[in-house]
């Protein structure tokens, strides 16, 4: 049982460049998110998806797109970055309940010079 | 939109001690959960305790428990016989009951507790 798995760990990327970040849970959890830490800050949301086949904006969406593919997994896909890209980004599973806790990835660290 | 406050950016404690890390909130809602969650050096996001609003016990794990304040919307965590392995990041998060803000887990910026031996 690995819990959320992301990859990469670690990306640099170069300004206009384009990724994707891979998230997959093995929960059977029907909801996802997607959050970006930046030094001195907490999480902020980016994306979520609350079932398969839907997804939401959160709080910073402007520059990223998601997919949802399945239910186990939720890609964040940058088109073309920006240094004010840069940072750690963590992806989460839960159920539905609000009470339900959000498991975390690991994070992956990006870096956008 | 909520918001949620820490307002000590760093604390230290030594080791056996006990500690208190602070967090305030602000919502318009009148049902709610609280989260604590521990972020050490290895960068992962770990659950420490979990209140929800509508209870008035204050929440416990062990060494871990809450003093939760609604009126004052206060949620203050308490680390008893602290150790070693306690030292990390710790977040504040609110996430509303219902509605499209029921997804979303609110985070403070955190306070990094440092446990001296």
């Known amino acids: 049982n690995a819990g959320v798995t992301q990859t990469p760990k670690f ?13 997959a849970q093995d929960m059977n ?3 996802m ?4 830490q930046d030094p001195g800050m907490g999480l902020r949301l980016i994306y979520y998806s609350a079932s398969e086949g839907t997804t939401d904006k959160g709080e ?11 239910k186990r997994e ?21 159920r539905e309940s609000s009470y339900n806790e ?10 956008v010079l | 939109a909520q918001t949620v406050t820490q307002s000590q950016p760093e604390m230290s404690v030594q080791e056996a001690e006990t500690v208190t890390l602070s967090c305030t ?43 939760f304040q609604k009126a004052a919307k206060s949620f203050s965590l308490k680390i008893s ?11 504040c998060a609110y996430r509303a009951h219902s509605g499209a803000g029921s997804y979303q887990l609110t985070f403070g910026k955190g306070t990094k507790l440092s446990v001296i031996p």
Not at chain 1, 64 to 69: F, W
């Open chain 1, 11 to 23: 990306q640099v990327l170069k300004t206009g460049q384009s990724m994707t970040l891979q998230c």
């Open chain 1, 29 to 31: 959890h029907n909801s």
């Open chain 1, 33 to 36: 998110y997607w959050y970006r």
């Open chain 1, 60 to 70: 910073v969406p402007n520059g990223y797109n998601v997919s949802r593919l399945n």
């Open chain 1, 74 to 94: 939720f890609s964040l896909r940058l088109e073309s970055a920006a240094p004010s890209q840069t940072s750690v980004y963590f992806c989460a599973s839960s």
């Open chain 1, 102 to 111: 959000q498991f975390f990835g690991p994070g992956t660290r990006l870096t």
């Open chain 2, 25 to 67: 909130y602000d919502t318009s809602e009148s049902d709610y959960y609280l989260f604590w969650y521990k972020q050490p050096p290895s960068r992962q996001m770990i659950l420490v305790i979990r209140q929800e609003a509508y209870k008035q016990q204050n929440a416990t794990e062990n060494r871990f428990s809450v003093n």
């Open chain 2, 81 to 91: 016989d602290s150790q070693l392995g306690d030292a990390a990041m710790y977040f």
